[in-house]
């Protein structure tokens, strides 16, 4: 096993000494060991002496500083500006009139129109994004290597968590690590996603496989208008551990990190215990942990919630905040190996981000999260995967490849895992929250749009990791489209109830999910994209896989302003509408009663009563 030594190279730090060196000049200067040991060389220095570097030889510098030459160079310098700028004046007044002086006129009738009909609202994907820019990345010393300590930099401070809980929890907690990394300006490693609400046999998969790395990264810079497939955009520091180490590795690297978990498992456990980590595991890591300090949480009054803050745990990655931390905190044994690293300096690790906010629990569900406004609005699908769900989209409703994608609603009904929480003596029909209530969410959705935004909406795609075929026929019977009625302002023609079937498609075996060998992912990563696609959402209210796909839809449809249905009650949350274009349906049984009057507040619905959001 490869740990951090406590002897180290001294530091190489990248422009020490030549101010004009190159990117490829400073990458070289991190060479790597050449023993099999880890050894992390130190990010600084301070007891280093740089000599100054002077711009020129003592023979240039003695001729500079002669009065008489320095004069006689200003007066060549002065003339020869002379002479350019006459000529660039000559140049212009030549060209004669038949240019005007005014701006050719620019055609800005396309700039600000707002989607009125169908054809205006088109869901496209990005033009592809090459994956090899920068290969090895710039942030690295070079290629994958067997040990993480061999390929990191001198000059550059890293941050990784490693995401559990379901991909949708666990893509929440990468996008608070970005956060992270956004405050303590470090570079940001992201782990892969483990399958756990998939199948185990699905295996691990990137982050890159399912999102646009590059375009968050010159999101992230500041330069969110550039476009996505410039290179030459300043970027932020983004890099995977598919960049860092080999994927297939031998080598087993021993690794402190800190524990936020620790902090709220303190009530239930009588040994507090870090999150068990099969992602770390996956990744050839023998992790020993150390608990974020108390300051960090959110709620230090109650002993068992698992809520901390951004700036509690930024904190303890600054000197001062850490030297104190070392000096208290105890170090919980690696259960692989038993070593007792302290957390690494270089690259900060934490075993379970979900539960970061910055100012209330479960911040994700506010429209003042920072994570998300900061970060999540800015993770956008890959081309390969929007694409998929485009062809896909077209294939079901019998359009044309070239054909526009007409606005649509979706939906996400969340049944699986919830069920669970059935009482003994009811049927999962009994006890779940029938479909017709999903569609009437549908339909108010579909007025909003036609009234307040002037859309026509005619399918609505449905999602959900239901199983019965019983099930999916109630979702079809719900359809009342009806393509002879001509439709007015208040009644639409109706809405078509669809589905992508993909079996029937064979999403499995399409030739791009062949190649990506995560054949048993893309169900649900193409369902994700289709929710996030909708003009108007309905989802399942307590599930976080609902609450991204809302936050999706409001900032990529509709710029925020979709208003959206809080997690309290029917009530808008954060929209001016009238109805608004997003809502959420309980996931109980609703008390029996006219289909208007279940929907109402006042009518008393069976909530599952959890500790966490689940997707």
């Known amino acids: 096993m490869l740990a951090p030594s406590s002897s180290s190279r001294e530091p190489l ?15 070289s200067l991190h060479s790597r060991s050449s023993s099999r040991s880890a050894s992390p060389r130190p990010y600084r220095d301070d007891d280093a002496e740089e000599k100054p570097q002077y711009a020129f030889p003592n023979s240039q510098r003695s001729f500079l500083s002669r009065p008489k030459k320095r004069a006689f160079i200003v007066a060549a310098a002065a003339t020869i500006a002379f002479v350019v700028l006459y000529a660039l004046l000559f ?17 800005t009738s396309k700039d600000d129109k707002a989607p009125a009909s169908d054809q205006d609202i088109i869901h496209e994907a990005q033009p592809a994004q090459p994956s090899d820019i920068y290969s090895p990345s710039p942030y690295v010393v ?7 300590y061999d390929n990191l930099r001198n000059d550059t401070l890293y941050i990784t968590s490693f995401p559990t809980a379901g991909w949708t929890n666990g893509f929440m907690a990468e996008v608070n690590g970005i956060y992270l990394a956004l405050l303590t300006n470090r570079t940001i490693v992201l782990a892969p996603f483990s399958p756990s609400h998939v199948v185990s046999s699905a295996g691990l998969i990137q982050f890159s496989s399912i999102f646009d790395i590059q375009r968050l990264s010159v999101a992230l810079s500041g330069a969110g208008n550039a476009p996505s497939s410039s290179i ?39 040994q507090p215990v870090p999150r068990d980590n099969p992602v770390g595991d996956a990744l050839g890591l023998d992790i020993s942990y150390m608990p974020t300090p108390s300051y960090a949480m959110l709620y230090p009054q109650f002993a068992n919630d698992p809520h901390v803050t951004f700036w509690g745990l930024a904190r303890t990655l600054f000197p001062t905040a850490r030297r104190n931390a070392l000096q208290h905190e105890r170090i919980v044994p690696s259960s692989r190996s038993g070593h007792s690293l ?15 906010s910055a100012a209330d629990a479960y911040e994700w569900n506010t429209d003042y999260s920072p994570a998300w406004r900061e970060v999540g609005r800015h993770v956008h699908w890959n ?17 044309a490849p070239t054909d526009p994608i007409p606005p649509f609603i979706s939906i996400h009904v969340r049944r699986g895992d919830f069920a669970s929480s059935c009482p003994k003596d009811e049927t999962k029909d009994e006890c779940m929250t029938p479909f017709k209530f999903f569609a009437h969410a549908a339909d108010r959705v579909a007025r909003a749009l036609r009234r307040e935004r002037g859309v026509h909406v005619r399918y609505v795609f449905v999602t959900s990791d239901e199983r019965d075929a019983g099930w999916w026929d109630s979702v079809r019977s719900a359809s009342t489209y009806d393509d002879d009625d001509e439709g007015d302002g208040e009644k639409p023609k109706g809405l078509e109830y669809v589905y992508l079937n993909h079996t029937a498609l064979g999403t499995a075996t399409h030739p791009l999910v062949l190649a990506s060998g995560h054949t048993e992912w893309y169900p649900v990563l193409v369902d994700a994209v289709i929710q996030s696609m909708g003009t108007g959402f309905v989802g399942t209210e307590g599930s976080t896989m609902s609450l991204v796909a809302a936050r999706r839809v409001e900032d990529w449809q509709w710029g925020g302003a979709a208003g959206f249905l809080g997690f309290s009650g029917y009530t808008v949350a954060n929209g001016t509408l009238e109805e608004p274009l997003v809502r959420m ?14 929907m109402q507040d006042e009518v008393t619905k069976r909530a599952f009563k959890r500790d966490l959001y689940w997707e």
Request: include cysteine; aromatic fraction near 8%.
């Open 342 to 356: 302290p957390p690494y300096e270089r690259l900060a690790c934490f075993d379970f981000l979900y539960y970061v």
């Open 232 to 270: 030459h955009a300043p970027q932020f520091p983004i890099i995977e551990w598919s960049d860092l180490r080999n994927v297939d590795s031998p080598v087993t690297d021993e690794i402190g990190c800190w524990s936020p978990w620790m902090l709220g498992s303190s009530s239930w456990m009588d």
């Open 13 to 27: 730090l990248v422009g020490d000494s030549d101010s004009d060196r190159t990117l490829a000049d400073s990458i």
């Open 91 to 107: 140049s212009k007044s030549s060209k004669g009139s038949s240019h005007s002086d005014e701006p050719e006129p620019v055609d």
């Open 142 to 148: 070079g290629p994958p290597t067997d040990s993480l």
């Open 383 to 399: 081309a390969s995967l929007a694409n998929l769900a485009n062809e896909l989209i077209r294939e079901t409703i019998s359009l």
């Open 585 to 598: 349906v309980k996931p109980g049984r609703a008390a029996s009663s006219p289909l208007d009057e279940a």
